[in-house]
């Protein structure tokens, strides 16, 4: 399978406008990278297909023109501040068709993995603020480090509540993690909710301690750290499933983010048990009371801490 730094390099090589080159595993399918009569970098697929009308998004255009008896489907970048991120989306192309063998199929398929990726590639909006970014770094970074190597790619998926807005931000059959980020040297972590500790089995709390860095420093940036947890993915339905949830975040690979830079300094976990660690539980608070939200001092629940 062609991996996204091939495609980057491809891209790189500097061939001029109207040039293209055949790519990918699929012999059955015509399938090309390059550049567009503006000199855009472009995906193309040709075959016998009956078209069907695709919108162009902020980011991606997209032509469809026939030659001949066969039809061609591009899709054309916009902004080339986004290249290393088209890759991937070339890239989940060329795997979304790896087995197709006939055009139609393959049109079909092409046409609804851009209607999946056109969400993560909108306008600079600002939807995200530097808190829900620095909150969504965290979730992934421990998404990409722990849950995937531990516990494999669907189940890690699957147990990934955060974007659903439930009380726990992973949890499975077997546990519940709360992950928190925090700005490096700050002595507390907020709890948002009741529910977010409060449990009858045993879990969780992961602590991340970031710092913030210049946007030219090269650390953890938002956009890069999605794309690479893409990158990790297996197949199309993976990805599809995580995509989803990025959008429930209000995530796009915009260009802003790539301002916000963190290092990471810590990375704590403690563990929640249900006797002594010390939260708020909701069958001791009056029926009047809907919502609390507390700060724990980490120096106070240093005992909980685990290897």
Not at 98 to 103: I, L
Not at 138 to 143: N, T
Not at 179 to 198: A, M, N, P, Y
Request: charged residues 30%; aromatic residues 12%.
């Amino acid at each position: 399978m062609m991996k996204n730094n091939e495609i980057y390099q491809t891209f790189r090589e500097e061939f001029p406008s109207r040039h293209f080159i055949r790519f990918g595993e699929n012999r059955h399918l015509s399938l090309y990278i390059g550049r567009d009569d503006d000199a855009r970098y472009s995906f193309d697929f040709r075959g016998k297909y009956k078209p069907i009308k695709i919108s162009s998004s902020d980011f991606i255009a997209v032509e469809q023109y026939k030659e001949g008896d066969l039809f061609t489907l591009r899709f054309s970048l916009r902004d080339s501040d986004l290249l290393e991120y088209f890759c991937t989306f070339c890239q989940d192309l060329l795997d979304s068709v790896r087995v197709t063998n006939d055009d139609e199929s393959a049109y079909q398929t092409l046409r609804s993995r851009y209607y999946s990726w056109r969400q993560l590639f909108r306008p600079d909006n600002g939807r995200m603020t530097e808190a829900e970014i620095m909150g969504l770094v965290g979730e992934l970074l421990f998404l990409r480090d722990h849950m995937i190597p531990e516990r494999g790619i669907d189940v890690a998926l699957d147990s990934w509540m955060g974007p659903e807005k439930t009380h726990k931000d992973f949890s499975d059959q077997q546990d519940w993690f709360e992950v928190k980020t925090i700005t490096f040297g700050k002595e507390s972590v907020r709890i948002s909710s009741i529910e977010q500790l409060d449990s009858d089995i045993d879990g969780c709390l992961v602590v991340y301690e970031l710092e913030k860095m210049s946007p030219s420093f090269e650390g953890i940036k938002l956009n890069q750290l999605v794309n690479n947890i893409i990158a990790m993915l297996a197949n199309a339905s993976q990805r599809e499933t995580f995509m989803a949830k990025l959008q429930l975040f209000d995530f796009d690979f915009s260009n802003e983010n790539d301002n916000l830079v963190f290092v990471k300094r810590g990375e704590h976990m403690y563990k929640v048990d249900t006797e002594n660690f010390p939260r708020i539980h909701r069958d001791v608070l009056p029926d009047a009371i809907t919502r609390v939200q507390y700060e724990l001092l980490l120096t106070e629940i240093e005992s909980f801490k685990l290897n």
